[in-house]
């Protein structure tokens, strides 16, 4: 193995592109759905049109089987509030993100996420992706429903973030489409939007791509088209080799797809709502490196003499136990948990966090650089939980973990 930079060289010239060129020819495709994108929104968009029975047609920059944010898989599921452990409903989930966002987000798109998200969970599970403990490797746990298997996270008294084993989320979605008959066109990068007439703000019948790899210009015909390209990071963030960064959204990505809803005179709204990205250390933490965020909620920090950082509960009082960074503060309704696109929680719904003061007291000396997670102080199921079980199955990797 070696860089592209010294395979050029070494041979002192660049290697021959190894596809089949067909620049000048163009090819014509022809559905009643045409989705642009196909990470977990637009699988999940193709599989729905196509059980409605419309003929689907797929275009994807990359490979569908492993694109997009979800190709790495996903270690927990927000928003299922319908399953059957959940203390809160699809009203209150929806009532705690609007007022946490001061009005900023699509309530009704968060609603309809909330009503069905257990549902779309279940389907997940039809098509093979493990959603409960099956195997009792957690039996016990605190975490854990006996009766259903399900596990959940954040907030083990309202159940409604559930623990998934989604490494394979991403292969799983390309097989039902495959088995729905969906036309998937990989390495397609999508150049603008087709509208009637050609006239900006006129109704979209599809969309023109070009094949990355033979250079053949295609035309997508469709009675409907949806962009699911996802967020764009590159927006923010220019160099996807930071692999510190803490993005939720795709480092290649640089905003094609709503580039394309632009120029054929789509309207944004929620723009304001719109977040940046973070480098480590400035909010999220990435899933290479431990913190107490997300997928590693409630893991004990210790400075680099093994002193541990307290936990603090939303509002400020200091927590003795690690089962208290997952159970609702005294004043607090339930706790939303973080990952759904939400920049300001109210206390109300926020999770519990390392002491506020860390700043000024990491300044004053009272704790010595660098921080580290260390996961042999949780309880052993805890830990089984996140290191062995969600970093896994929603890291980069599964092998060196
Ligand atoms: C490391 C990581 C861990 C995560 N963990 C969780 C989790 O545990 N739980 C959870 O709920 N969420 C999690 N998320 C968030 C979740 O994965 C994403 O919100 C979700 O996958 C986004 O799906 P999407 O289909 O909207 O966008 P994307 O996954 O970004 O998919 C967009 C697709 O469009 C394609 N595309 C882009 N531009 C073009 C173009 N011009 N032409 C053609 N195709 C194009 C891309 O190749 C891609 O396949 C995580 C995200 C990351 C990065």
């Known amino acids: 193995m070696s860089t592209w930079h010294e395979y050029v060289q070494r041979k002192g010239n660049l290697p021959e592109w190894p596809y089949p060129i067909h620049y000048g020819k163009v090819k014509e495709v022809v559905s009643d759905v045409l989705v642009i994108g196909a990470g977990v929104a637009g699988c999940r968009a193709a599989i ?42 699809p009203e209150m989930y929806t009532k705690a993100c609007y007022d946490s966002m001061h009005g900023y987000t699509g309530a009704h798109v968060r609603y309809i996420i909330n009503k069905e998200g257990w549902d779309t969970l279940l389907e997940c599970e039809q098509m093979g992706i493990q959603i409960r403990d099956v195997h009792d490797e957690f039996k016990g746990a605190d975490f854990r429903d006996e009766e259903t298997k399900l596990m959940f996270a954040y907030d083990y008294q309202n ?27 990989n ?51 220019f160099a996807p080799e930071i692999t ?22 789509a309207e944004f709204v929620c723009m304001e709502a719109s977040g940046h990205n973070r480098l480590s250390g400035f909010g999220y933490t990435p899933y290479s490196m431990g913190g107490t965020s997300n997928t590693y909620h409630g893991a004990p920090i210790v400075d ?26 005294e004043g607090q309704q339930f706790i939303l948990g973080i990952g759904i696109g939400i920049t300001n929680y109210l206390r109300e719904y926020n999770q519990d966090d390392l002491t506020r ?31 062995g079980m969600m970093v896994g199955n929603e890291g980069k990797t599964r092998i060196p973990i």
Not at 304 to 329: I, S, Y
């Open 48 to 89: 729905a049109a196509a059980r409605a029975g419309a003929m689907v047609a797929v275009m994807e920059r990359g490979h569908a089987k492993r694109s997009g944010c979800g190709g790495a898989g996903v270690d927990h599921w927000h928003g299922a509030v319908t399953n059957p452990c959940s203390k809160v409903t």
């Open 304 to 329: 680099v003499e093994g002193k541990e950082v307290p936990w603090v509960d939303t509002f400020g009082r200091p927590l003795n136990t690690v089962l208290q960074r997952f159970l609702p503060a």
């Open 244 to 265: 510190a960064a803490s993005s939720m959204a795709d480092m290649n990505s640089a905003g094609v797809g709503q580039a394309i809803g632009w120029n054929a005179g």
């Open 187 to 237: 390495r397609m990068a999508t150049t603008s939007l087709l509208t009637e007439g050609g006239k900006q703000g006129a109704r979209v019948v599809g969309a023109t791509a070009v094949d990355a790899r033979t250079g053949e210009f295609c035309v997508f015909r469709a009675k409907a088209t949806i962009i699911a390209t996802g967020g764009a990071a590159r927006l923010a963030l």
């Open 357 to 387: 003061d860390l700043v000024e007291r990491i300044r004053k000396g009272e704790f010595k650089l660098p921080l580290y997670a260390d996961l042999t102080r949780l309880p052993e199921t805890e830990r089984r939980a996140i290191f």
């Open 159 to 185: 159940r409604h973030v559930i623990r998934v084993w989604g490494f394979d989320i991403k292969p799983k979605l390309y097989a039902e489409m495959q088995r729905l008959g969906v036309d998937v066109h």
